[in-house]
């Protein structure tokens, strides 16, 4: 893994654990988070508007898309078992669930006004060719927005969090599962989350992505108590002149 990707076979590690956590996802999102992950999705999701055609990549079982109020909501998802689930736990509308990766979008070009990754573009394979993508798909002046982990430059602050990550994550995570399935998850359910966590995730790394892939106005904010980031970029409209 690196900061720009991983190989199909690192990546086929990170979508299978995410399949195995899948049940316990969001009572460990909220333990290891401190009852914050909610909160930041649904700070996040404000950003959608009421007539907005809204893109989610990544949408796993779909904790983020629950909380987005727009026309249309794309799900994309890789996994055919968390698309399954996704099914189960939202309604019909205005969902539409598609399998795939944001490598490749299945949509036209300028076809949707916001584009979400919520804590998933760490997990991309190949991070640049899905910038691409995300922008080819977006209307001119839509915008995109990539929510992830906080992960500050080197300071006290990134200190704690690291530990937090690497030595507390894997115990509240052991914790959240149920008991019947701690065995089968024998290690750390949340071992990939440390790895990807280590590999990327920096904001200032995603800001120079965005802007070589011919994003505007790009910046990144903190969500509540900062544990999480926001950042944001938005595609150009076209010169007229
Ligand atoms: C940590 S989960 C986030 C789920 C949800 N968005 C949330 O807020 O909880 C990351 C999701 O990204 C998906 N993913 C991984 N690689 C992807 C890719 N290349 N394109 C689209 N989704 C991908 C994974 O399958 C997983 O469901």
Known sequence: ??????TSSEWLEVIE????????????????TLGMAERWRAEVATQADEEDVVLEVGSGPGTFARHLRARRVY???????????????????????????????????????????????????DRDAGASE?????????????????????????????????????????????????????????????????????TSFYERLLRSKGFDDVSTKPLRLGGATLTRGKKPWKSTS
Not at 17 to 28: G, K, S, T
Not at 106 to 117: E, H, I, R, T
Not at 151 to 172: G, Q
């Open 1 to 6: 893994m690196n900061h720009s990707g991983m």
């Open 17 to 32: 654990a995410m399949e195995e956590v899948a049940p316990y996802y969001d009572r460990v999102n909220q333990l290891i």
């Open 75 to 125: 799900c994309l998802e890789p996994s055919g078992s968390l698309i399954r689930m996704s099914r189960d736990g939202l309604p019909d509308e205005p969902y539409e669930l598609i399998r795939g990766v944001g490598e490749r979008v299945p949509l036209a070009s300028g076809s949707v006004d916001k584009v979400f990754c919520s804590f998933s573009f760490r997990d991309f394979r």
């Open 134 to 202: 995300m922008l080819r798909v977006l209307r001119e002046g839509g915008e995109l927005f990539i929510a992830d982990v906080a992960k500050p430059p080197p300071s006290p602050m990134a200190k704690l969090l690291e530990m937090h990550v690497r030595h507390i994550v894997p115990v509240m995570a052991r914790v959240a599962v149920h008991q019947s399935a701690r065995k089968r998850l024998s290690k750390d359910p949340y071992r990939k989350f440390a790895e990807t966590y280590d590999a990327f995730g920096f």
